[in-house]
């Protein structure tokens, strides 16, 4: 009996806290009679107080855990599904190993780790320049945007088998969609979390919404027209909202299911006119980060949308060309155009190390994690090499020939093994993967 009356008092003060959780959340977006309704109906105080925005946040956390218990229960083993073309089980994430701790960045003394040997193959190549690249969240896939305005979807099952050579059954071939739907050069994508679901952002002026989960479909078939370039596209991990680096210095977040449209008010604190170049959400969504022209990194409340961190001249006063969070969501990784690459603490704005020795002073260059953060990788424009870096001791442990005609524009890293593309101004794109 003491068992189950502790069991039922916890249970009534947590209905206590959500309904007053309830009645703060309306009340704070003007929602007065609602509130009222609910606070009479439950006996909870209409004055009760709680931290702006609680309970979206608590429910956009709650949304991510689940969705990371559910891939943590999946199966490895995907059954393919021959009507769709597409692999059952989209979506479902690998187990996330544990996090680097680079807390210790400052102590860390001695021998670097040792980045394996990758070997690469040319898998397929655009009409125009090779502008961008994106893996699907689980590794499964890999999409790439051109300047031809075109946008190729890979397998990587068959570009792996592409790389042991040709099957009985004659050439593998791993582009298994191309869509044509701008009218300008791409300049990024995105996977839905969830969804069968790719996302492009263009020069004009649009988000378009690709369903590749059909065989034959070759357009979009939701846009979204923005009133700026788009430069960046990020979904939130929750796949409800999605995020809009554009010509304009505030990040446009809309929603997936309206396309309604929202900006964060606080523009005139920010004193800047400077495009973002990027914009990526970490790992809950209860952050974003933006690299924008000027220079700067900002980070950003995640359900506000207030700038809670601006590390202005992050990257001098050139192009900030990259910014990604680190897996726990303490750290940001940039690059920009004075041929650094940087770490920083998001709490504090502190640097914590830079990455030195690759020349990035012309493309939008990227700089990556591997999928374990014990490497970063990124683009030197001088050599046309791949340079790998030693993400604690900040040592540079490999360079290696690209293996492009002209520099890459653009590098990305499987979040799921330890394989990444490379594509550039050859139009070509390579894959690299570890060698066995």
Known sequence: MEINLDQTLQEGKLHREVDALIVSHLREHNHTQAAMAVASATMTPLSTEAPSNRLLQLVAKGIVAERDEASRGASSIASFNSASGVLAGYGALPVAANYVDFSAVQETRGASKIFPKH????????KNVARCARFSQDGKFLATGSADTSIKLFEISKIKQMMVGDTKDGPVRPVIRTFYDHLQPINDLDFHPQ???????A?????????FSKTVARRAFRVIQDTHNVRSVCFHPSGEYLLAGTDHPIAHLYDVNTFK???SANLQDLNTNAAINQVRYSSSGSMYVTASKDGSIRVWDGVSAQCVRSIVGAHMSV??????FTKDQRYVLSCGKDS??????VGTGRLVRQYLGATHTQLRSQAVFNETEE???????LTNEVIIWDALTGEKVARWP????????WIEHSPAESAFVTCGTDRSVRFWKESV
């Open 195 to 201: 969804n069968t679901i790719l996302i492009s952002g």
């Open 375 to 381: 490497f970063i990788l990124s683009i030197d424009e």
């Open 340 to 345: 650094t690459v940087k770490l920083w603490e």
């Open 402 to 409: 690209s293996n492009h005609v002209g520099t890459p524009r």
């Open 261 to 263: 449209c929202y900006l």
């Open 119 to 126: 070997e690469t193959r040319h898998v397929s190549e655009h």
């Open 203 to 211: 020069k004009d002026n649009t988000i378009k919404f690709f369903d």
């Open 319 to 324: 192009e900030a060309t990259s910014a990604t």
